[in-house]
Nanobody, 115 residues
């Protein structure tokens, strides 16, 4: 099994910054895909950013140029640096780990951006 735990959410003013962390533990495969998703009230969960294998990254159009995903392989931890946040970034942010037989989700961390 793989466990995933997010941290770092909170309340931030529009234009500010926030960094989310996601730590994976358990049966970690060396090649994996870790991603951040978000779900706003009344909306479907959507992909925000992912980082795969050799540190290939992909971003939703809505966050390109503002958010950066990175990872510390030694710590099995992925980060989401959120800059120039907007009220529409308000959501519960979920971390996902995917590799081999495992597709694991965290409990989510709330991010609220005030205008």
């Amino acid at each position: 099994q793989v466990q995933v735990v997010e941290s770092g959410g909170g309340l931030v003013q529009a234009g500010g910054s926030l960094r989310l962390s996601c730590a994976a533990s358990g049966s970690i495969f060396s090649f994996n895909v870790m991603a951040w998703y978000r779900q706003a009230p009344g909306k479907q969960r959507e992909l925000v950013a992912l980082i795969a294998g050799g540190d290939n990254t992909n971003y939703a159009d809505s966050v390109k140029g503002r958010f950066t995903i990175s990872r510390d392989k030694a710590k099995n931890t992925v980060y989401l640096q959120m800059n120039s946040v907007k009220p529409e970034d308000t959501a519960v942010y979920y971390c996902n780990y995917r590799s081999g037989p495992y597709d694991s989700w965290g409990q989510g961390t709330q991010v609220t951006v005030s205008s």
